[in-house]
């Protein structure tokens, strides 16, 4: 062994102490740094997990802001706002849903005030379409409803009343009014396609009776677009009779007027000629056969006195028409009155068929019994003269109250030639008369007496032959019962 081998050996032993050593203390500093980079690690973890959540607190945060807010706005809450806090594109996302809700909510506000008005709008509509549908029901005056080709789509219930029960299953012009009357109808539609509103006044001839009205007709649209048309039509007869009748009833008064004043001095001439010619012959030079100057005297003074006395008859029943007796109305027994009226052609209806029925139990009613009765009367004369050349002789006289309990009704109707539609538009007028020897008066005066009690006489067909007048007066004294 060589000499230095201790030497060596014992310094190997130091190095080796040595390294191991430094060894442990690099093991030392590497657990430091080891739990140094742990530490820091942690540090990171933790640092990078707070950030994280402190960056996803601010995205979560309005999100769910903006899901609560989508939630209440679903359930019609338009107010509610998003208050979080955002920035960079989640603020800008945030403004923009406020933005959105308010305009949604001025929108669902607009809306609400939309639907308010349309339903007020509606509402309105459906209050006037109600009110129209009452007064299309209720007045007096027909109305159409017509299509584009003329067609009746819809007519109110006054078209039965002014054309008669037949109109309600009418369907074309020419079913309603007649081929003529279309005619005319179909001239006014025409015009109304350029003017929008065309009136014209035409006579209507129906089966009984002669149809006076005032026609108007609107077209509902241009001509290239006109849907249908609307036909208004007013019933004029009765106010033309009434025009006629305050007419002749002016004329009645100046008649009278004129033709009454000379009638006395002529009558007194005619007598005082009539009286000397009777004192000629009681003078004694008076000897022998009267001459023929005298007998013409005479004959022509008996018939001026004739004529005078028939002339003042009529100047009465003008001056009659002309004034007119102030009805006076009283409570009264219809039977009564109508038995009255009968009693006054006792034995002089031979040969004819007298039917009556009188309603038992007919309250009492608001009348003048003998202007009531002068009306039955002149109704009952009439049906007796028109009976004196029929094969079939029937009189028949009713009273009732009618179904709705308003008025009564006193028929009186016949069996004779009846009346024709064109005689029905004149009979009560003070210048006609179907009679040779009739003046004209006595059905003006029986309608002025009906029209003075608040009542209408109007005449119709008999079903099968003859005439029927029908005075209808109101039943006052039921209503009152009613009450």
Not at 62 to 72: G, H
Not at 237 to 257: G, N, P
Not at 323 to 341: E, M
Request: hydrophobic share 45%; charged share 25%.
């Amino acid at each position: 062994m060589p000499d230095n081998f201790l030497e060596r050996y014992s310094e190997i032993e130091s190095q080796a102490a040595t390294y191991n050593a430094s060894k442990q203390s690099l093991r030392a500093y590497k657990n430091q740094l080891l739990l140094t980079l742990a530490l820091f690690t942690v540090l990171l973890l933790f640092s990078a997990m707070w950030f994280a959540l402190f960056l996803s607190k601010q995205v979560v945060g309005p999100i769910q802001a903006l899901a609560e807010a989508t939630r209440e706005i679903s359930r019609g809450n338009f107010d509610y706002r998003v208050d979080v806090p955002a920035r960079d594109e989640l603020g800008t996302l945030v403004s923009s849903f406020n933005q959105m809700t308010a305009q949604l909510a001025d929108s669902g506000r607009q809306i609400n005030e939309f639907t308010r008005n349309l339903q007020e709008a509606v509402a309105e509509l459906e209050r006037r379409r109600k009110l129209m549908e009452t007064i299309l029901e209720n007045i007096p005056t027909a109305v159409l409803s017509l299509d584009e080709s003329g067609a009746i789509r819809r007519a109110n219930p006054s078209v039965a009343k002014v054309f008669g029960d037949a109109a309600r299953n009418a369907s074309t012009l020419e079913a309603l009014a007649g081929e003529e009357a279309a005619r005319g109808l179909q001239q006014l539609m025409r015009k109304s396609l350029r003017m929008g509103t065309a009136s014209k006044e035409l006579a209507i001839t129906l089966p009984d009776h002669v149809l006076h009205a005032a026609v108007t007709v609107s077209s509902l649209g241009p001509r290239r677009a006109n849907p249908g048309f609307v036909v208004v039509i007013d019933d004029l007869t009765d106010l033309l009779h009434a025009q006629k009748s305050a007419a002749w009833q002016e004329v009645a008064q100046r008649i009278a007027h004129e033709i009454k004043n000379p009638l006395t001095p002529i009558q007194l001439s005619a007598q005082r000629l009539s009286r000397y010619i009777e004192k000629q012959k009681t003078l004694p030079a008076a000897s022998g056969a009267p001459s023929e100057l005298e007998q013409l005297t005479a004959e022509c003074a008996a018939l001026i006195q004739s004529e005078v006395t028939a002339l003042k008859t009529l100047v009465d029943e003008f001056s009659q028409f002309a004034r007119f007796p102030t009805v006076k109305l009283v409570s009264a027994d219809l039977n009564a009155i109508v038995l009255s009226a009968l009693d006054v052609f006792g034995g002089r209806l031979e040969g004819v068929t007298l039917r009556t029925e009188l309603a038992p139990g007919l309250p009492s009613a608001k009348a003048d019994p003998e202007l009531l009765r002068r009306v039955l009367v002149n109704l009952i004369d009439n049906a007796a003269e028109t009976l004196e050349g029929s094969t079939v002789k029937e009189l028949a006289l009713s009273t009732c109250l009618s179904d709705d309990g308003e008025s009564f009704e006193i028929v009186v109707a016949d069996s004779g030639h009846g009346i024709s539609p064109e005689d029905k538009d004149r009979l009560f007028l003070p210048h006609f008369s179907t009679k040779e020897r009739g003046t004209g008066l006595g059905l003006a005066i029986a309608s002025r007496i009906v029209a003075e009690h608040h009542g209408t006489l109007r005449v119709e067909d008999n079903v099968p032959v003859g005439a029927r007048f029908i005075v209808r007066l109101p039943a006052v004294e039921v209503q009152a019962a009613q009450v």
